[in-house]
Nanobody, 122 residues
Framework: DVQLQASGGGLVQAGGSLRLSCVVS????????IGWFRQAPGKEREGVSC????????DYASSVKGRFTASRDKDKTTVYLQMNSLKPGDTAVYYC???????????????WGQGTQVTVSS
């Protein structure tokens, strides 16, 4: 049974940092990507970052490039999203999900973890 479980959210002041984790079970092998998404109240879910299971290559939304870093542990069981220089605009529920390619949109991701709330105060 494939499962993704996100954690690590919290309340932080602007300029601070958080690290989100996504534990991936049942997907140790194979060509897939793990994407990070976020959804703020009243807004659509948007892609934040993506990391390939095969080669660890990453992709980022322009709004977070240079501030957020996606990585994975050597066993490929946990994917991380290091978030630095956080801004109030980063406040949202963050989700991790499995997809086939990083270029795919929200609808192309088929397995989702539960969200974790990130709140950045000004």
């Amino acid at each position: 049974d494939v499962q993704l479980q996100a954690s690590g959210g919290g309340l932080v002041q602007a300029g601070g940092s958080l690290r989100l984790s996504c534990v991936v079970s049942g997907l140790s092998f194979g060509d897939y990507v793990i994407g990070w998404f976020r959804q703020a109240p009243g807004k659509e879910r948007e892609g934040v970052s993506c990391i390939s299971n095969l080669d660890g290559s990453t992709d980022y939304a322009s709004s977070v490039k240079g501030r957020f870093t996606a990585s994975r542990d050597k066993d490929k069981t946990t994917v991380y999203l290091q978030m630095n220089s956080l801004k109030p605009g980063d406040t949202a529920v963050y989700y991790c999900a499995r997809g086939d390619v990083c270029s795919g949109g929200v609808s192309s991701y088929d397995i989702w973890g539960q969200g974790t709330q990130v709140t950045v105060s000004s």
